[in-house]
């Protein structure tokens, strides 16, 4: 079974920067395709980034490209969401999701997730 755990979340000023991670166990990190997603009070859960297995292939919402990187290392079974110039219309609650072989920008077709972490920016 695959259990997905997150950390990095904070409170930090518009216009700084936060890392988060996402640690992969019980399966196999490599054979999964890796999303960050978000939820904000009172509104749907929404894509933020995908990463291909290999880490070679990303995509971002359109709301965060040139702002947000998404990375990953296979070696240490771990997922990445860097932060950076962050608005107040980003906090939300950050979840990592794991998919067999292939990302896709739809949360129903996840079936693996983190508990979620909370990023908050202060205007």
């Known amino acids: 079974q695959v259990q997905l755990v997150e950390s990095g979340g904070g409170v930090v000023q518009a216009g700084g920067s936060l890392r988060l991670s996402c640690a992969l166990s019980?399966?196999?990190?490599?054979?999964?395709?890796m999303n960050w997603f978000r939820q904000a009070p009172g509104k749907e859960r929404e894509f933020v980034a995908a990463?291909?297995?290999?880490?070679?292939?990303?995509d971002y919402a359109d709301s965060v490209k040139g702002r947000f990187t998404i990375s990953r290392d296979n070696a240490k079974n771990t997922l990445y969401l860097q932060m950076n110039s962050l608005k107040p219309e980003d906090t939300a609650v950050y979840y990592c999701?794991?998919?067999?072989?292939?990302?896709?920008?739809?949360?129903?077709?996840?079936?693996?997730w983190g508990q979620g972490t909370q990023v908050t920016v202060s205007s």
């Open positions: 990463i291909s297995r290999n880490g070679g292939s990303t």
């Open positions: 999701a794991a998919r067999f072989m292939i990302t896709s920008s739809r949360s129903d077709e996840y079936p693996y």
């Open positions: 019980g399966r196999t990190f490599t054979n999964y395709g």
